[in-house]
């Protein structure tokens, strides 16, 4: 097993910038590809970027291309979630995922998740 716990979570001004980490422990973090997930108040959590498990490769969703960079640290067993341009509706608890499998989109194919950090961006 993996546990993940995010941090640097907070409150930021539209156009501002946060950067999010997601700590591992346990199993080796190297054997698994991660994923960074959001949820808003009343919607259902959504994909919002992955990494290969190599840092090789990485996916984002439509909405946040161009504003958020999806990292790793291997050696700190660490993933990060840079936020740029922050815009009201990226409010939500962001959450990092692992996946020993494959690099996935879906809430469902993910099996280790953190409690999350609240992002709220402020107009």
């Known amino acids: 097993q993996v546990q993940l716990v995010e941090s640097g979570g907070g409150l930021v001004q539209a156009g501002g910038s946060l950067r999010l980490s997601c700590a591992a422990s346990?199993?080796?973090?190297?054997?698994?590809?991660m994923g960074w997930f959001r949820q808003a108040p009343g919607k259902e959590r959504e994909f919002v970027a992955n990494?290969?498990?190599?840092?090789?490769?990485?996916y984002y969703s439509d909405f946040v291309k161009g504003r958020f960079i999806i990292s790793r640290d291997n050696a700190k067993n660490t993933v990060y979630l840079q936020m740029n341009s922050l815009k009201p509706e990226d409010t939500a608890v962001y959450y990092c995922?692992?996946?020993?499998?494959?690099?996935?989109?879906?809430?469902?194919?993910?099996?280790?998740w953190g409690q999350g950090t609240q992002v709220t961006v402020s107009s």
């Open positions: 346990g199993r080796t973090f190297s054997y698994y590809h």
């Open positions: 990494i290969h498990r190599s840092a090789g490769s990485t």
């Open positions: 995922a692992a996946n020993r499998f494959i690099m996935a989109m879906k809430v469902s194919e993910y099996g280790y």
